[in-house]
C-alpha cells in the first residue's frame, strides 16, 4: 500500500545546481505534506511542510511545491551544498481531525551532492 | 534547542526475548509517536499517544507491542516476545499542541533480535 511514493532512489547533483526532488501521493484526503532530511544513524529531522492550502513553502534554500490536481509535491533546493547530502523522505498526514495525525512515508530518496 | 531522547541507541536481543524502548520527549509536547524503520525500508507508522492512551495504531502494532508512560516523562514502547522481523530503528517522535513544524524524531534506538 503505497499511498505516498518517491520513486527516484538516489539523485545527483553538482554543487550550487538545483536538486528536485519529486513525491506523489494516492490518498485524496491528505492535507498536510512535509519534508525530512535523514543523516546515517539519526532520526528523520523536519525540513519544510506545506497544507494543501497553499502550492508553494519557502524557507531559505527549501521550497516545496504542491500540485493537488495531479497529487504531486517537489522540494527544491537551490543552491545545492554538499551538506545537503542525505536521504530525503516525503510524509504526507491528515490534519483536519486535530493536531494528533499520523504521517505516511515515501521510501525516501539518497541526494548526493557533489563539490 | 529542544530535542526527543530515545536510550539505548542500539539494542540487542535473543528472539522471544522482552525489549523496552524508552524515550524522553519534549517537556511541552502532547502527541508522542513510534515509527520504525526495517533496513532498506521506509519509515513506518506504530503508534500515536494522547492524554494517556493510545489515539491510533497500525495492523503493525499486535499485541505484542504496548506503550506507556509510567512517570509522566518517559514514553516507553515494549515489545513482550521479539521475533526476527522485528530487527529495525524504532524511532520516537512528539508535536506540541497545534504544531506546525512537523514532528521532532529522536536519533533511534536499533534493535537486532538474533
Known amino acids: 500500500d503505497q499511498q505516498v511514493k518517491q520513486n527516484s532512489p538516489s539523485l545527483s547533483v553538482q554543487e550550487g545546481r538545483i536538486s528536485i526532488l519529486n513525491c506523489d501521493y494516492t490518498?485524496?484526503?491528505?492535507?498536510?505534506f512535509l519534508w525530512y532530511k535523514k543523516y546515517p544513524a539519526e532520526g528523520p529531522t523536519f525540513l519544510i511542510s506545506?497544507?494543501?492550502?497553499?502550492d508553494k513553502n519557502e524557507d531559505g534554500r527549501f521550497t516545496v511545491f504542491l500540485n493537488k490536481s495531479a497529487k504531486h509535491l517537489s522540494l527544491h533546493i537551490v543552491p545545492s551544498q554538499p551538506g545537503d547530502s542525505a536521504v530525503y523522505f516525503c510524509?504526507?498526514?491528515?490534519?483536519?481531525?486535530?493536531?494528533?495525525?499520523?504521517?505516511?512515508f515515501g521510501k525516501g530518496t539518497l541526494l548526493t551532492v557533489n563539490p | 534547542e529542544p530535542e526527543v531522547t530515545q536510550t539505548p541507541s542500539h539494542q540487542v536481543t535473543q528472539m522471544g526475548q522482552e525489549v523496552i524502548l524508552r524515550c524522553v520527549p519534549i517537556?511541552?509536547?502532547?502527541?508522542f509517536y513510534w515509527y520504525r524503520q526495517i533496513l532498506g525500508q521506509k519509515v513506518e507508522f506504530l503508534v500515536s499517544?494522547?492524554?494517556?492512551?493510545?489515539?491510533?495504531k497500525s495492523e503493525i502494532f499486535d499485541d505484542q507491542f504496548s506503550v506507556e508512560r509510567p512517570d509522566g516523562s518517559n514514553f516507553t514502547l515494549k515489545i513482550r516476545s521479539t521475533k526476527l522481523e522485528d530487527s529495525a530503528m524504532y524511532f520516537c517522535?512528539?508535536?506540541?499542541?497545534?504544531?506546525?513544524?512537523?514532528?521532532?524524531f529522536g536519533s533511534g534506538t536499533r534493535l537486532t533480535v538474533v
Open positions: 499517544f494522547y492524554n494517556n492512551e493510545i489515539s491510533e
Open positions: 506545506i497544507s494543501s492550502i497553499k
Open positions: 490518498n485524496s484526503m491528505f492535507d498536510y
Open positions: 517522535a512528539d508535536t506540541p499542541l497545534g504544531g506546525s513544524h512537523g514532528y521532532t
Open positions: 517537556s511541552n509536547h502532547l502527541y
Open positions: 510524509a504526507a498526514g491528515i490534519r483536519s481531525g486535530g493536531s494528533n495525525y499520523k504521517l505516511t
